[in-house]
């Protein structure tokens, strides 16, 4: 095995100059630098990683905060395993390892405690919601200068590390599209609001509606949790005021799904009964019966910015206030927004 010694001697340098190199450490002559690196070509040299990572103080790993839902299959679910998918191809590219973090709903937000103990440079956060706990622990994190992004959340009046995506943008092209198909009485399923999507959704609702001069009454706004289960209780509520309703757009696909489940037991069929569009546009929308016409929400896109920007700022020193970026977002129309008691 060739050893930092060796390629010192070939260079013509010492060894602590061979070491400065390769973790980038200290102000550094070019040529001196370009002697080292062909030096250490030559004689096919390879540092130790632990070791780099020690002198950089460095930990090489990006961690990933996930929300644990006891019960739920969280990687399975298109949302979280799109976002991770792009994760983990961004730091493969960049020679970083992975560290999943899972945080239960009622333990302490204390980020923080995963730079203490050294297991991570930088983090991304999924799954977070505007609370006051929450709110509190980010500022913290964000005064203690420690890299990290929040990926589809936002925080109004507070300036984090964010990729979101335009769902103001597709909720308003969602609504757009059941108005130009001849719908006027369009119920909103949305999230929580402790999600900045849910409010980005309703915005682009309301605009929608506004645009066209029609009403939005309160019985038209109804709230899930973005589970296939409470889009399946919503249809209850729907079914008893089905004469005021003619189409339904849903803050995500698998409300929307369980939506037309609980619709179809009662004789309602999408894309013959009502009209209904989802987003996220997951694998789920194109099998469903009839396809669903669905906001392509791009999440593998937004994990592979999340995780580069945030590794840009440890590796290259970035400022603390990256730019934050929204990607935009796409209407894909299937069979389950055209109702054939418009046609």
């Given at each position: 095995?060739?050893t930092?010694?060796e ?5 013509g340098v010492?060894e602590?100059?061979?070491s ?19 030096a ?10 632990i070791?780099?990572?020690?002198a ?7 961690g ?12 399975s ?5 799109e ?10 590219e960049?020679g ?13 937000l ?5 730079y203490r ?31 990290f992004?929040l ?13 979101d ?7 308003y092209?969602a609504?757009r599209?059941?108005q130009?198909?001849g719908?006027?009485?369009?119920a909103?399923l949305?999230?929580?609001p ?13 605009k929608?509606m506004?645009d066209a001069?029609l ?5 038209m ?6 589970s ?5 209780e ?6 008893a005021?089905r004469?005021?309703?003619?189409a339904?757009?849903a ?5 929307a ?8 037991e009662k004789g ?6 009502f009209?209904?569009?989802?987003c996220?546009d997951?694998?789920a ?6 396809p ?17 920007g945030v ?12 730019p ?10 299937r069979?389950?927004?055209k109702s054939?008691?418009?046609?």
């Amino acid at each position: 095995m060739v050893t930092r010694k060796e390629v010192a001697e070939l260079a013509g340098v010492s060894e602590a100059t061979v070491s400065r190199v390769f973790n980038g450490l200290g102000p550094m002559k070019p040529a001196t630098k370009a002697r080292v690196l062909e030096a250490a070509s030559q004689l096919n040299y390879h540092p130790n990683a632990i070791a780099q990572s020690f002198a950089r103080r460095r930990s090489g790993n990006l961690g990933v905060v996930l929300p644990y839902m006891p019960k739920v299959h969280l990687f399975s679910a298109y949302y979280f395993a799109e976002i991770l998918s792009g994760i983990g191809e961004q730091v493969r590219e960049q020679g970083y390892d992975l560290l999943l973090s899972l945080l239960k709903p009622d333990e302490s937000l204390d980020y923080a405690r995963l730079y203490r103990s050294q297991k991570v440079d930088a983090c991304v956060i999924l799954g977070a919601r505007d609370t006051p706990d929450q709110r509190e622990s980010l500022q913290q994190l964000q005064e203690q200068g420690h890299p990290f992004c929040l990926v589809n959340q936002h925080f109004e009046g507070l300036a984090f590390h964010e990729v979101d995506a335009d769902h103001v943008d597709g909720s308003y092209q969602a609504v757009r599209h059941l108005q130009e198909e001849g719908y006027k009485k369009i119920a909103f399923l949305n999230g929580s609001p402790e999600y900045s999507n849910s409010g980005d959704r309703l915005q682009g609702y309301l605009k929608a509606m506004y645009d066209a001069g029609l009403e939005t009454p309160h019985e038209m706004l109804l709230e899930g949790n973005y589970s296939r289960k409470s889009g399946y209780e919503a249809a209850e509520k729907l079914w008893a005021q089905r004469e005021q309703v003619e189409a339904v757009f849903a803050a995500n696909d698998r409300m929307a799904i369980g939506l037309m489940q609980g619709l179809r037991e009662k004789g309602w069929v999408a894309g013959r009964d009502f009209a209904v569009v989802g987003c996220d546009d997951s694998d789920a929308a194109k099998l469903s019966d009839p396809p669903l016409s669905s906001i392509n929400v791009p999440f593998y896109e937004m994990g592979k910015e999340a995780a580069r920007g945030v590794l840009a700022r440890v590796m290259q020193g970035e400022s603390v206030n990256s730019p934050n970026v929204k990607l935009p977002t796409e209407l894909i129309i299937r069979q389950s927004s055209k109702s054939s008691s418009l046609i």
